[in-house]
């Protein structure tokens, strides 16, 4: 009976997310032609905050989803070699706004020289750079910095290794909080003093899409001074 109650809840989670997300999709369009055409500075404002309303319904709807695969191991990776480079490149282009927005300078220490294509998932590795990258804008305040950063050093190892760094210099992570920051719905107490709406499923996300990849995804930081997350490829 629990098994067959269990079945039922995932069906209903997966119908229930998948009915919503193209009603979003329809309004988010709508919010983007209507502040394509020049709306008056109040509209202007109503019209964002819809919009931005909508992008967090949209992200919560895709994390349920996940989250729901990730239980019941329906979880798929598909790899195919990819240009890690240019994958950054296009996240960083997209939150550029955002953080312009919010007054933080953001920047991509690319590499120099070539760098070896990586087999992953792009789509997935993009959600967990993503992830990364929206956190630092969100709790980093105006005039902070973060920087995006390639690390090849270890391509011709043995064990061939790219690594992905994230480093903010926002509100940091409280040492008591550290050892929850993957865990499932949890959020640290100054990350919801500094912002109240998360869902908390970002980074237990992130974490379980790195671990599909047979990578690692840890973190370095102090309240205060900032947050440094290393992401191994």
Do not use: C
């Not at 709306?39 to 931005?52: H, R, S, V």
């Not at 989250?67 to 939150?95: A, L, Q």
């Not at 690390?151 to 992905?164: G, K, P």
Request: proline letters at 4%.
């Amino acid at each position: 009976r629990l098994s067959g109650l269990e079945r039922a809840k995932s069906d209903f989670v997966s119908v229930a997310t998948h009915q919503l997300r193209t009603p979003l999709a329809g309004i988010k369009w709508t919010f983007e032609a209507l502040l394509q055409g020049n709306p008056n500075p109040n509209e202007q404002e109503l019209l964002e905050k819809g919009f931005a309303a909508t992008e967090r319904m949209t992200r919560i709807v895709n994390e349920i989803l996940s989250i729901d695969k990730i239980e019941h191991e329906r979880f798929d990776v598909s790899f195919e070699y990819t240009d890690p480079v240019k994958m950054i490149e296009g996240s960083v282009v997209e939150f550029q706004a955002p953080a312009i927005g919010k007054g933080v300078h953001l920047t991509f220490n690319k590499p120099e020289g070539s760098v070896p294509l990586v087999e992953i998932d792009l789509d997935k590795i993009r959600m967990v750079l993503d992830n990364l990258i929206e956190n630092a804008i969100k709790y980093t305040a105006v005039g902070g910095e973060i920087l995006v950063t390639l690390n090849t050093d270890r391509v011709n190892a043995a064990h061939a290794m790219v690594e992905l760094i994230v480093k903010d210099s926002g509100i940091g992570i409280d040492e008591k909080a550290q050892h929850d920051i993957f865990t499932k719905f949890y959020r640290a107490p100054n990350a919801k003093r500094a912002e109240p709406n998360g869902s908390g499923l970002g980074l237990y996300i992130a974490k379980t899409i790195v671990e599909a990849h047979h990578g690692s995804l840890w973190f370095e930081s102090e309240e205060g001074k900032g947050t440094e997350f290393h992401v191994e490829l």
